[in-house]
């Protein structure tokens, strides 16, 4: 039998989770440090939703490597997936440029990702620290998507024009429905495109360009927004090895 284990800190979405574990009959645990008990390390099955500054101490103490995507992931992939420029490098040399451009850290939440010239950029982080660096475009919609074995198994409207949908609860139209099942459908069916068995992409339209890629994260650490509980546990599950 899976058991979920959850951080100490409580939020909507791991309360969800929770619930939906206990609808499959599945065992739950919430920690209430950054340290395992004995007791709970020897669980056959521990699937894991935590941040992701906390997950690999506890990846290594339940003997797991959690699944999560190649920093060079984005810049990797092909352009009509894109529709604007990623690099991967430093923060160092992204403090070197004086113009607008969107920088993040490929998979932790070092610091927030957002559009920032250089010399905006978090002074208290070394300048070998990786970023993904990217042109500045408007996104239009933003949809989040659980992926499974390259099959799409829910997602949810999470953005439009820049405004995060809670209130107006994760809804969206059918047609948009159809629109980013099929865009998802087509990326994850190209060859060319190398997917981890259990993630989380994250897709949009942007503003004269079309449908493209936002990025890949890890689903251990993802917001569900609209998702469905069930669907994304069952990701979550096979996001380990």
Request: with cysteine; hydrophobic share 30%.
């Given at each position: 039998m899976p058991t979920l284990i959850l951080s100490p800190r409580h939020t909507e979405d791991s309360q969800r989770l929770w619930r939906a574990a206990g609808r499959l009959g599945w065992r739950t645990e919430r920690l209430t440090s950054w340290r395992i008990p004995l007791d709970l390390r020897a669980v056959p099955e521990p699937v894991i939703y935590v941040e992701a500054l906390m997950a690999p101490t506890l990846a290594e103490e339940f003997g797991v490597t959690l699944v999560?995507?190649?920093?060079?992931?984005?810049?990797?992939?092909?352009?009509?997936?894109?529709?604007?420029?990623?690099?991967?490098?430093?923060?160092?040399?992204?403090?070197?440029?004086?113009?607008?451009?969107?920088?993040?850290?490929?998979?932790?939440?070092?610091?927030?990702?957002?559009?920032?010239?250089?010399?905006?950029?978090?002074?208290?982080?070394?300048?070998?620290?990786?970023?993904?660096?990217?042109?500045?475009?408007?996104?239009?919609?933003?949809?989040?998507?659980?992926?499974l074995d390259r099959q799409l198994q829910t997602f949810s409207i999470y953005l439009r024009d820049g405004v995060l949908q809670k209130e107006n609860g994760f809804a969206s139209t059918d047609e948009e429905d159809a629109e980013v099942t099929a865009y998802v459908n087509r990326v994850l069916a190209d060859p060319r495109v190398d997917v981890p068995n259990a993630v989380v992409m994250d897709v949009g339209v942007i503003d004269g360009r079309g449908w493209a890629v936002v990025e890949l994260n890890a689903a251990w650490a993802s917001g569900l927004y609209g998702c469905d509980e069930a669907k994304a546990l069952e990701v979550l599950r096979h996001a380990k090895t």
């Open positions: 999560e995507p190649p920093d060079d992931w984005l810049p990797r992939l092909p352009d009509e997936y894109r529709q604007r420029a990623v690099r991967l490098t430093t923060l160092g040399e992204a403090r070197t440029d004086p113009n607008p451009q969107f920088v993040k850290p490929p998979n932790d939440k070092s610091f927030t990702a957002g559009v920032y010239r250089g010399d905006d950029l978090p002074k208290e982080f070394p300048d070998d620290l990786p970023v993904l660096v990217a042109g500045v475009v408007k996104w239009r919609t933003e949809f989040r998507c659980f992926v």
